[in-house]
Protein backbone atom coordinates (compact mmCIF):
# COMPACT_ATOMS: atom_id res chain seq x y z
CA UNK A 1 0.00 0.00 0.00
CA UNK A 2 1.18 3.55 -0.68
CA UNK A 3 0.82 6.29 2.45
CA UNK A 4 0.01 9.68 1.43
CA UNK A 5 2.63 11.86 2.60
CA UNK A 6 3.72 15.45 2.70
CA UNK A 7 8.15 15.57 1.52
CA UNK A 8 9.93 13.02 0.23
CA UNK A 9 10.20 9.41 1.53
CA UNK A 10 14.14 9.97 2.51
CA UNK A 11 12.76 12.14 5.78
CA UNK A 12 9.08 11.14 6.53
CA UNK A 13 8.61 11.44 10.14
CA UNK A 14 5.57 9.52 11.89
CA UNK A 15 3.28 13.22 12.04
CA UNK A 16 3.46 13.63 7.61
CA UNK A 17 1.95 10.33 7.30
CA UNK A 18 -1.41 11.34 6.98
CA UNK A 19 -3.52 8.28 5.13
CA UNK A 20 -3.60 4.94 3.23
CA UNK A 21 -4.64 6.25 -0.11
CA UNK A 22 -3.83 3.11 -2.72
CA UNK A 23 -7.43 1.80 -3.69
CA UNK A 24 -7.23 -1.96 -5.00
CA UNK A 25 -10.13 -2.41 -7.70
CA UNK A 26 -8.47 -5.06 -9.78
CA UNK A 27 -6.51 -7.63 -8.76
CA UNK A 28 -5.02 -9.98 -11.42
CA UNK A 29 -4.88 -14.20 -10.05
CA UNK A 30 -2.13 -16.17 -12.39
CA UNK A 31 -2.91 -19.86 -11.78
CA UNK A 32 -2.40 -23.57 -12.63
CA UNK A 33 -4.47 -24.93 -10.14
CA UNK A 34 -1.38 -26.44 -8.24
CA UNK A 35 -1.19 -26.00 -4.17
CA UNK A 36 0.19 -22.75 -3.69
CA UNK A 37 -2.13 -21.38 -6.34
CA UNK A 38 -5.15 -22.19 -4.87
CA UNK A 39 -3.81 -20.51 -1.47
CA UNK A 40 -3.39 -17.37 -3.33
CA UNK A 41 -6.58 -17.85 -4.92
CA UNK A 42 -8.08 -18.05 -1.32
CA UNK A 43 -6.44 -14.41 -0.59
CA UNK A 44 -7.66 -12.88 -3.55
CA UNK A 45 -11.00 -13.88 -2.91
CA UNK A 46 -10.51 -12.66 0.61
CA UNK A 47 -8.63 -9.08 -0.98
CA UNK A 48 -11.95 -8.83 -3.34
CA UNK A 49 -13.82 -9.27 -0.97
CA UNK A 50 -12.48 -6.92 1.56
CA UNK A 51 -12.14 -4.10 -0.74
CA UNK A 52 -14.97 -4.89 -3.24
CA UNK A 53 -12.39 -5.33 -6.00
CA UNK A 54 -12.84 -7.62 -9.10
CA UNK A 55 -10.92 -10.79 -9.75
CA UNK A 56 -9.23 -11.91 -13.63
CA UNK A 57 -7.84 -15.63 -12.88
CA UNK A 58 -5.56 -16.41 -15.77
CA UNK A 59 -3.88 -19.07 -16.81
CA UNK A 60 -0.53 -18.92 -19.46
CA UNK A 61 -0.03 -21.87 -22.18
CA UNK A 62 3.44 -21.93 -23.17
CA UNK A 63 2.66 -24.24 -25.56
CA UNK A 64 5.20 -26.56 -23.53
CA UNK A 65 2.44 -28.71 -22.03
CA UNK A 66 2.38 -31.08 -25.25
CA UNK A 67 6.70 -31.74 -24.63
CA UNK A 68 5.93 -33.49 -21.30
CA UNK A 69 6.09 -36.86 -20.78
CA UNK A 70 3.13 -39.07 -20.69
CA UNK A 71 3.68 -40.29 -17.46
CA UNK A 72 3.51 -36.61 -15.75
CA UNK A 73 0.31 -35.64 -17.47
CA UNK A 74 -1.16 -39.11 -16.28
CA UNK A 75 0.28 -38.50 -12.78
CA UNK A 76 -1.68 -35.43 -12.23
CA UNK A 77 -5.26 -35.45 -11.08
CA UNK A 78 -8.47 -34.72 -13.14
CA UNK A 79 -10.61 -31.99 -11.67
CA UNK A 80 -14.29 -32.58 -12.81
CA UNK A 81 -13.45 -33.38 -16.42
CA UNK A 82 -10.88 -30.36 -16.90
CA UNK A 83 -7.67 -30.56 -17.63
CA UNK A 84 -5.08 -29.89 -14.67
CA UNK A 85 -4.12 -26.73 -16.67
CA UNK A 86 -7.32 -24.98 -15.83
CA UNK A 87 -8.29 -26.34 -12.95
CA UNK A 88 -6.93 -23.44 -11.33
CA UNK A 89 -9.63 -21.27 -13.64
CA UNK A 90 -12.91 -23.53 -12.46
CA UNK A 91 -11.53 -23.12 -8.59
CA UNK A 92 -10.97 -19.18 -8.95
CA UNK A 93 -14.47 -18.66 -10.74
CA UNK A 94 -16.19 -21.09 -8.11
CA UNK A 95 -14.38 -19.16 -5.05
CA UNK A 96 -15.27 -15.94 -6.64
CA UNK A 97 -19.09 -16.97 -7.31
CA UNK A 98 -19.23 -18.21 -3.89
CA UNK A 99 -18.46 -15.37 -1.84
CA UNK A 100 -19.63 -12.51 -4.03
CA UNK A 101 -16.80 -11.42 -5.69
CA UNK A 102 -17.03 -10.35 -9.68
CA UNK A 103 -14.50 -12.86 -11.78
CA UNK A 104 -13.57 -13.16 -15.23
CA UNK A 105 -11.34 -16.22 -16.45
CA UNK A 106 -8.85 -15.88 -19.41
CA UNK A 107 -6.16 -18.16 -21.05
CA UNK A 108 -3.42 -16.47 -22.04
CA UNK A 109 -0.43 -17.50 -24.73
CA UNK A 110 3.12 -16.98 -23.71
CA UNK A 111 6.22 -16.70 -21.59
CA UNK A 112 4.72 -17.04 -17.81
CA UNK A 113 5.67 -14.10 -16.49
CA UNK A 114 5.97 -11.73 -19.31
CA UNK A 115 2.35 -12.75 -19.85
CA UNK A 116 1.45 -12.09 -16.30
CA UNK A 117 3.02 -9.09 -16.18
CA UNK A 118 1.49 -7.80 -19.27
CA UNK A 119 -1.86 -9.14 -18.78
CA UNK A 120 -1.66 -6.71 -15.27
CA UNK A 121 -1.13 -3.69 -17.03
CA UNK A 122 -3.48 -4.28 -19.88
CA UNK A 123 -6.32 -4.71 -17.56
CA UNK A 124 -5.17 -2.60 -15.11
CA UNK A 125 -4.99 -4.48 -12.09
CA UNK A 126 -3.76 -2.87 -8.77
CA UNK A 127 -2.43 -5.72 -7.86
CA UNK A 128 -0.87 -9.39 -8.82
CA UNK A 129 -1.32 -12.28 -6.16
CA UNK A 130 0.34 -15.46 -7.08
CA UNK A 131 1.56 -18.64 -5.66
CA UNK A 132 5.44 -18.87 -4.66
CA UNK A 133 5.96 -21.49 -6.93
CA UNK A 134 4.11 -23.82 -10.15
CA UNK A 135 3.30 -27.61 -11.07
CA UNK A 136 5.35 -30.70 -10.19
CA UNK A 137 7.72 -32.48 -12.00
CA UNK A 138 10.08 -30.63 -14.69
CA UNK A 139 7.61 -27.15 -14.62
CA UNK A 140 8.70 -27.10 -11.02
CA UNK A 141 12.37 -26.51 -12.05
CA UNK A 142 10.83 -23.86 -14.78
CA UNK A 143 8.59 -22.38 -13.02
CA UNK A 144 9.77 -22.21 -9.57
CA UNK A 145 11.26 -18.28 -10.52
CA UNK A 146 8.37 -17.19 -12.00
CA UNK A 147 6.88 -15.36 -8.83
CA UNK A 148 10.10 -13.77 -8.34
CA UNK A 149 10.80 -12.33 -11.65
CA UNK A 150 6.72 -11.32 -11.82
CA UNK A 151 7.70 -9.75 -8.29
CA UNK A 152 10.70 -7.96 -9.94
CA UNK A 153 9.11 -7.12 -13.45
CA UNK A 154 5.76 -5.69 -11.95
CA UNK A 155 5.25 -2.01 -11.44
CA UNK A 156 2.13 -2.52 -9.42
CA UNK A 157 2.30 -4.35 -5.73
CA UNK A 158 2.43 -8.48 -6.09
CA UNK A 159 1.62 -10.61 -2.95
CA UNK A 160 3.20 -13.85 -3.45
CA UNK A 161 1.46 -16.62 -1.21
CA UNK A 162 2.86 -19.95 -0.24
CA UNK A 163 1.00 -22.99 0.44
CA UNK A 164 1.11 -24.40 3.70
Known amino acids: MKVCIKGSAEDIKLGDIQEVCHEIDKILLPTDGSEPAIAATEYAVILAKTFGAKVKAIFVDTGLEA ?17 PSVKGLVIAKTMCERNGVECEVEVVKGGVAKRIVATAAEWGADMIVCGDTGRTGLKRIALGSV ?3 VVK ?7 VVKAE
Open 153 to 159: GSPIPVL
Open 147 to 149: AET
Open 67 to 83: LEYPEEVMDEEVFEGVH
